[in-house]
C-alpha cells in the first residue's frame, strides 16, 4: 500500500481544525483518536505498534512498517499493516529482539477530503500538527497524488515554511537530546 504524505506544524489548532472540518466530507463524520505509537530499531524504514487506548469503539491494535523519504512537501510512503491482538505480548517480544527507539502519545482528528485523509494532531511533548494522507489507487500517479496534496495545502493555508521533514519521532528524540 502507498500514498502521498504531508506533514506542517499548525500555529492555532481550533483554527486549522475548523478548516478541515469544512473541507472534509462529513460522511464518515470526523473521529477524535487517543494513540500510541512505540517505535521499534529496524535496519530499513520504520517500526511501530500502534495503540488505542482508552478508545469506546473496538480498535485492534496494529503493527506498521513503512518507507518514507525524510524531506519537506508531499512524498511518497509505502508501507504494511498487520492487526494485533496481543498488543502487550508482542510489544514485549519486540522490545526484547529489536530493542526501542521511544514513544509518540497523540490525539488525533481524523477527516475525510475525497481520497485523503487528513489528521489534526496533537502529540505529546512536542505540539500540534497536520498531516495529509493521499490514498494512492493502483491507477494513480505518485504526481497525481502530490497535486492532491499542494491543492488541499492552499486550501487549508498551510505554509511552505510549516511542512517538516521527519517523524514525530524524529522530533521527539532531537528535542531530548538537546
Do not use: W
Not at 473521529?31 to 517505535?39: G, P, S, W
Not at 530499513?44 to 496494529?62: D, Q, T
Not at 499493516?81 to 530493542?99: E, N, R, T
Amino acid at each position: 500500500m502507498c500514498n502521498v504524505e504531508i506533514k506542517a506544524k499548525i500555529h492555532n489548532f481550533d483554527d486549522f481544525l475548523a478548516k478541515a472540518i469544512a473541507i472534509s466530507d462529513k460522511n464518515p463524520p470526523p473521529k477524535v483518536i487517543n494513540m500510541i505509537d512505540t517505535f521499534y530499531k529496524v535496519n530499513s524504514g520504520r517500526l511501530k505498534l500502534r495503540e488505542y487506548p482508552g478508545h469506546e469503539e473496538a480498535r485492534v491494535s496494529e503493527l506498521v512498517h513503512y518507507h518514507r523519504e525524510d524531506s519537506t512537501g508531499a512524498k511518497l510512503s509505502r508501507y504494511s499493516k498487520v492487526p494485533v491482538p496481543d498488543p502487550a505480548g508482542l510489544g514485549a517480544i519486540l522490545a526484547d529482539s529489536l530493542g526501542v527507539i521511544g514513544q509518540v502519545k497523540k490525539v488525533r482528528h481524523l477527516l475525510i477530503s475525497g481520497q485523503t485523509r487528513i489528521h489534526v494532531d496533537r502529540v505529546h511533548n512536542l505540539g500540534d500538527f497536520m498531516e495529509l494522507e493521499v490514498m494512492l489507487t493502483d491507477s494513480d500517479s505518485v504526481e497525481a497524488g502530490q497535486m492532491i496534496a499542494q491543492q488541499l495545502m492552499k486550501q487549508l493555508g498551510v505554509a511552505e515554511a510549516d511542512l517538516l521533514a521527519g517523524a514525530y519521532m524524529d522530533m521527539l528524540l532531537e528535542l531530548n537530546s538537546g
